[in-house]
Nanobody, 126 residues
Framework: QVQLVESGGGLVQAGGSSRLSCSASGRAFSRYGVGWFRQIPGKERDLVAAISRSGGSTYYADSVKGRFTISRDNAKNTVYLQMNSLKPEDTAVYYC???????????????????WGQGTQVTVSS
């Protein structure tokens, strides 16, 4: 497992932008697939975006496609989520998650991840 720490987020106006960072400690982060999830109180934790270990493949939920971009810098052990054109419905706690994988694949299911950060709040005001 790796230890993950999210940063960024906070209060943003609708239409604005924010960038979340997920920093990992531990060895061989480049061998981990990473996902960004978000959760609203009383709701399930849903996958927003994911990236394969090399960064060669990405996935976006329909609700954020065209507005969010996931990327990674394996030299810095960090994955980013750039969020543009934010909407009030993007308000949630955002979590990053990671899982070691031999293959360079996208992990779609919450159950596939075994390392989680503590979460960071993103609030979009209208």
């Amino acid at each position: 497992q790796v230890q993950l720490v999210e940063s960024g987020g906070g209060l943003v106006q609708a239409g604005g932008s924010s960038r979340l960072s997920c920093s990992a400690s531990g060895r061989a982060f480049s061998r981990y697939g990473v996902g960004w999830f978000r959760q609203i109180p009383g709701k399930e934790r849903d996958l927003v975006a994911a990236i394969s270990r090399s960064g060669g493949s990405t996935y976006y939920a329909d609700s954020v496609k065209g507005r969010f971009t996931i990327s990674r810098d394996n030299a810095k052990n960090t994955v980013y989520l750039q969020m543009n054109s934010l909407k009030p419905e993007d308000t949630a706690v955002y979590y990053c998650a990671a899982q070691f994988r031999v293959r360079d694949v996208i992990l779609h299911q919450r159950s596939e991840y075994d390392s989680w950060g503590q979460g960071t709040q993103v609030t979009v005001s209208s």
